[in-house]
DNA sequence: TTGACACGACACCATTAGGTGTCTTATTAT
DNA sequence: ATAATAAGACACCTAATGGTGTCGTGTCAA
């Protein structure tokens, strides 16, 4: 049903650095051919590749061929896994910060 | 001024799967020493370790020795940082749902 | 005071990760 | 027709990762 055919987690493609910069260039354009997508990076374009073999493997890029060029899109649907997994935890922080709001406001008086 | 001493990324720290399910044994105490986290894992002592060491230099850990034992702690205001960077994207999946609710309701009538 | 326990500190090992360079093959421009 | 471009497919290398086992030491209980 859901796209559970992931080859790889999710967590992991985004633990990378260049491959958030990759992410973040995509979120910028629409489409992006490889070889532009190397051109920021202090890398060649095999390693560039890839990364982003890894981000379509954790369903974040999908990829087209357009004439000799390949070109990038990002999906950015599978972050939600990582939006979900958050929300459990989220409340820890909001609790600490409504105790510091308490102890600055006792402070205060 | 903030905790930028940190050794460790924090999307790094949360890569693993092993370290996730310790972040969330921690969740539901307040305190655990190193034996009682060990023991739900197939594996060692010093792996498990080795992993609260990770989390810990990602600041997302805190411990204490008391007696002969280390106890640790769950520290989730380094997430802080990963929920910025979803914030980001998050309108990407809002938009596309946005797009498939209008797709849905055209096909309704 | 003698064990048992909890742990840190190593040394060690296999696998993965993240790069490189080269070769080949489509595709496009001249 | 030819040359340049874009990129896939490899082979290769080094360092980091995720485990293991062992040894030594401080602490607690009998």
Chains 1, 2 share one sequence.
Do not use: C
């Not at 987690?9 to 990378?16: G, H, M, Y």
């Not at 990002?74 to 910060?97: C, G, K, V």
């Amino acid at each position: 049903m859901s796209d559970n055919n992931r080859l790889r987690d999710v967590f992991d493609a985004i633990a990378d650095p260049t491959r958030r910069r990759l992410i973040r260039l995509l979120a910028e354009t629409d489409e992006m051919p490889l070889h532009e997508l190397t051109a920021p990076f202090n890398m060649g374009r095999t390693a560039v590749s890839k990364h982003l073999a890894i981000l379509k493997e954790a369903g974040l890029v999908l990829d087209r061929k357009v004439g000799r060029e390949t070109r990038f899109r990002l999906n950015a649907a599978p972050l939600r896994e990582i939006q979900d997994w958050l929300a459990f935890y989220s409340r820890f922080w909001n609790t600490n910060l409504r105790r510091l709001n308490q102890l600055l406001e006792e402070e205060e008086k």
